[in-house]
């Protein structure tokens, strides 16, 4: 069955608000960012863009909802007990430098993390849904330990670590010091130097 004109018009409406919501987000950032410019720029009435959505607030976190959506599109890359760790690792850890490598998701977190400095609930919720992006990780790492081949009792805390090298370099600086994202060097160079660091504590030879 195909879907009703006036729905598929109101669903290109929604998409608009939110593809402008965006752009005007990371351009002028949370504060400065009305629902009246957000209309203006999706080419609707305000009186539309409420219709979806009854606040800033709202609209916003629907936002990020997508970002979070999309980044969970790629497929989780299972323990593989008949693979050599390092080519698996490696490629996980590629996985993240190439879901941390887009501009958009980075702008609009930076835009997040200053609207929410002052709530430290929201910021909480915020990080929470970035760390549930790192669970699949996780994951591989309690299913490699359980199966004797990495040397670690802690796979949440061994993660952590891997994560967290991985962040220094390709998301804390663009979010806090603006720096420009990485290049396809910079990333190949991070993903193997960081897996062959955690290889080399957590491997059991």
């Known amino acids: 069955m195909s879907t009703p004109a006036p729905a ?18 990371r351009q002028a950032g949370y504060e400065a960012t009305s629902m009246d410019r957000i209309a203006a720029s999706a080419g609707v009435s305000k009186r539309t863009v409420y219709n979806h959505f009854p606040s800033k607030e709202v609209l916003f976190a629907q ?5 979070w959506e999309r980044s969970r599109e790629s497929p989780e890359l299972a ?11 490696l490629e996980l850890v590629q996985q993240k430098l190439q879901l941390l490598h ?22 909480q919720e ?11 990780l996780t994951v591989w790492i309690r299913e490699a330990a359980a199966d004797g081949r990495l040397n670690t009792d802690d796979p949440t805390f061994a993660s952590s670590l ?29 993903a193997n130097t960081t897996t062959d660091m955690f290889l080399a504590h957590f491997e059991r030879i």
């Open 126 to 136: 915020m990080f929470k849904r970035v760390g549930d992006k790192e669970e699949g």
């Open 8 to 25: 598929r018009l109101t669903d290109r409406k929604r998409a608009a608000i939110l593809e402008a919501a965006a752009a005007e987000f």
């Open 63 to 67: 936002i990020l909802q997508q970002l």
């Open 162 to 190: 891997l994560q967290g090298m991985i962040k220094g370099f390709a998301f804390w600086p663009q979010i806090t010091l603006g720096q420009p994202m990485l290049d396809a060097g910079q990333r190949e160079r991070v």
């Open 79 to 89: 323990y593989r007990g008949d693979r050599p760790l390092r080519p698996q690792l």
């Open 102 to 123: 887009d501009e958009t998701f980075i702008d609009l977190v930076r835009v997040a993390v200053a609207a929410i400095i002052p709530s430290p609930e929201r910021a």
